[in-house]
């Protein structure tokens, strides 16, 4: 695929983004020029997007090597400039602009005639309603913040046959037959977790704080609903959210303890142990994908090859583009993410991989992420390109399971292939709750902004024992499971942004299903949802791919049943 990054008509093509003063002419341009007529107004519109694109990518350029290397002060550094030099001057200006768009007639003349301009503005409309000189230091602040979170999880290691581990590769361990090695693995990582416990806390009460008085100041009684607002959730509601959490539980919960107690079965176990809950219980090895990175990406490119052409033309471009960081080593952050690059409209994928198959699910995740952008690059403006998560992660969800039917190309053996399929969705069903579980506890972290320490380990207890089995002992390790929290990235860095990942995954799952019936119009469907990014509704896209936008009781439960028929299908 050839790229041609777009030339630019109103920045400069060598701007150095070293200081404010190095950008604030192009903010002074575009509040003060003339758009009194059509043909004003639509080329204003595009220099703002041009502006908006080349600043975004920059800062997410400072991220992806923040990322990649936190040991890096200089990196750590030019990241903090940007966030807290630039972003802080952004603020008043795109306030100012935002409100000369809309008081254009102009605006609500595109709007009535192109439902894209509509959504778009709709979102501008709801950013002046919130928009606080008094909240730009301290959302400064918060995203200085946060950086803290990733450094302080990226220094967390444990020795182990004199080999330092990561966290993700010691993880692996956890999968092994050997349960004294289980079990040492555990307790190194659960010491090693321990003496963060505290850092972790102060970080958490740091935020909390910020962000209560940042809604406050937005006249919001709370962070929770100064977000749904934020995150422009104009499409569900609070009391939808808690439906989920309440259908989560009656539907899905008891499937998962049936899965769970086949495996205890297997294990010749009454209760599991905190090391048991990954081994297989079949006495068979981890399954082990791949070895490396690049044997990750390319067959990853032949998966993708036999599903859909352009979505293997997709991974080539950015292996091409070096737009690829695979691998998990010392000083990188955890985690996986696929950062969009709006300019030139190739993005970025950043994972851990360590051979495992929630990595081989973890590439095509991002992959999918990856087809999105790629899909919607030609969309003349940035905000049309700026996707809410439902959206976002149908795509990257969708993608684990179109692609599972060409997992051969990872395991030549169907026994392994039909083991990594089983694993997949029953991975969905075990998931659905603590993506549930960890949304209502933020629910009631930011309804509850004065709780104590004790009181936030307390309610993570009680959710967990609602969402829970009841069949993991974790006597002796009662101070792991209340602090699993700590672990969770969303709840530090981009806080409620986790239901998504529920929502869509029910999307997914609809995805995959009419997949079943006719292979090549899913894909067709899928493709045409993700063109649109944002310039339809949540429920207009999930309609283009043919699936249905909700999220209730008799809706999760047809679809919890169509998964226990898949696994029922799949020969052990």
């Known amino acids: 695929m050839e790229i041609v990054k777009p030339k630019r008509t109103f920045v400069a093509s060598d701007l150095k983004i070293d200081s404010w003063d190095a950008i604030k002419k192009y903010f002074d341009d575009l509040e003060e020029r003339d758009i009194s007529t059509k043909e004003s107004f639509i080329k204003w519109l595009n220099d703002t997007s041009e502006l908006k694109a080349i600043l975004e990518e920059d800062l997410a350029w400072r991220y992806i090597k923040m990322t990649i290397n936190t040991r890096d002060e200089k990196l750590s550094e030019d990241y903090r400039f940007f966030v807290t030099e630039i972003q802080p001057n952004l603020a008043p200006y795109e306030d100012r602009i935002n409100k000369k768009l809309i008081g254009s007639p ?142 989560v539980k009656k539907i899905i919960v008891p499937m998962v303890k049936e899965i769970q107690l086949k495996k205890l079965e297997k294990l010749g176990k009454d209760k599991f142990k905190p090391w048991d809950l990954d081994v297989d219980p079949e006495g068979r090895a981890p399954l082990k994908p791949f070895t490396d990175g690049n044997e990750l990406l390319y067959k990853t490119i032949r998966m993708f090859s036999s599903i859909d052409p352009y979505f293997e033309d997709c991974l080539k471009t950015m292996n091409d583009l070096n737009h690829l960081d695979l691998e998990s080593k010392e000083g990188k952050a955890p985690g996986g993410y696929n950062y969009p690059l709006y300019e030139i409209g190739v993005p970025f994928i950043f994972m851990n991989a360590v051979g495992s198959q929630r990595d081989l699910v973890t590439m095509v995740h991002e992959g999918g992420h990856a087809i999105h952008s790629f899909l919607s ?135 995959w299903k009419n997949s079943l019936q006719n292979f090549d119009e899913a894909i067709q469907n899928y493709k045409r949802a993700l063109r649109l990014a944002y310039t339809k509704s949540i429920p207009d896209i999930y309609q283009t791919a043919k699936i249905e936008f909700s999220f209730d009781e008799n809706h999760i439960k047809n679809l919890a049943a169509f998964v226990q028929e898949e696994l029922a299908n799949i020969s052990a």
């Not at 709709?122 to 990733?150: C, D, H, M, W, Y």
């Not at 010491?191 to 937005?218: G, M, P, T, V, Y």
């Not at 599972?404 to 991975?427: C, I, P, T, V």
């Not at 009680?462 to 993991?472: A, F, I, N």
């Open 106 to 247: 102009f605006c609500r003349e595109l709007e009535k005639d192109d439902e894209a301009y509509f959504i778009m503005f709709r979102s501008v409309r709801k950013a002046l309603e919130l928009f606080r000189e008094e909240n730009i230091p301290l959302q400064a602040k918060v995203s200085e913040q946060t950086q803290e979170f990733g450094a302080l999880s990226a220094a967390q290691t444990i020795e182990h046959e004199g080999k330092t581990l990561t966290m993700q590769q010691a993880s692996l361990l956890l999968k092994e037959q050997d349960e004294e090695l289980r079990k040492l693995i555990f307790e190194k990582i659960s010491n090693r977790r321990r003496e963060d416990f505290d850092k972790f806390d102060e970080l958490f009460n740091n935020l909390l704080k910020l962000r209560h008085q940042i809604a406050q100041n937005a006249g919001y009684a709370n962070f929770r609903d100064y977000k749904m607002d934020a995150m422009g959730r104009f499409d569900y509601s609070v009391d939808d959210c808690k439906t989920f959490h309440a259908s």
């Open 377 to 511: 690059r030609d969309l003349p403006l940035t905000g049309f390109k700026s996707l809410p998560s439902e959206v976002a992660e149908l795509a990257s969800m969708s993608m684990e399971l179109l692609s599972m039917d060409q997992w051969n190309e990872f395991y030549a053996d169907d026994s392994e292939l039909n083991r990594a399929k089983r694993e997949q969705l029953e991975g969905i069903i075990k998931i659905l709750p603590w993506i549930s579980q960890v949304d209502e506890f933020q629910h009631w972290l930011y309804e509850n902004p004065e709780h104590t320490n004790e009181e936030r380990s307390q309610k993570w207890l009680t959710l967990s024992q609602e969402y829970g089995t009841g069949l993991v002992d974790w006597s002796g390790y009662e101070d792991i499971r209340d602090s699993a929290w700590q672990r969770q990235l969303h709840i530090f860095e981009v806080p409620f942004y986790y239901i998504e990942y529920g929502i869509a995954q029910l999307g997914a799952l609809s995805v």
